[in-house]
Nanobody
Framework: QVQLVESGGGLVQAGGSLRLSCAASGSTFSSNVMSWYRQAPGKRRELVATITSGGSTNYADSVKDRFTIYRDNAKNTVYLQMNSLKPEDTAVYYC?????????WGRGTQVTVSS
């Protein structure tokens, strides 16, 4: 069973950057499709970015050209580099492993962007 632990969240001013990390346990990480979701207060959880086992990526329109998802299979870790942050990026960010049903979710890390 994969377990996920996110880190790297915090408080940043608009225009700043943060890098989120998601460390995964288990030997199946390299074959796992990994995603980052986020949920802002009072809003639905939304998909932010996805990376396949082969390294293909996909992004929500709202974060394209600002966020980058990448993975280091040797470290069993997926990252989300977030640049040019906006107040509307404020949310709890969750790492998700999607190879199995049900998906495995981390506990989340809070990102707060001040204006």
């Amino acid at each position: 069973q994969v377990q996920l632990v996110e880190s790297g969240g915090g408080l940043v001013q608009a225009g700043g950057s943060l890098r989120l990390s998601c460390a995964a346990s288990g030997s199946t990480f390299s074959s796992n499709v990994m995603s980052w979701y986020r949920q802002a207060p009072g809003k639905r959880r939304e998909l932010v970015a996805t990376i396949t086992s082969g390294g293909s990526t996909n992004y929500a329109d709202s974060v394209k050209d600002r966020f980058t998802i990448y993975r280091d299979n040797a470290k069993n870790t997926v990252y989300l580099q977030m640049n040019s942050l906006k107040p509307e990026d404020t949310a709890v960010y969750y790492c998700v492993a999607r190879a199995m049903v049900p998906w495995v979710w981390g506990r989340g890390t809070q990102v707060t962007v001040s204006s």
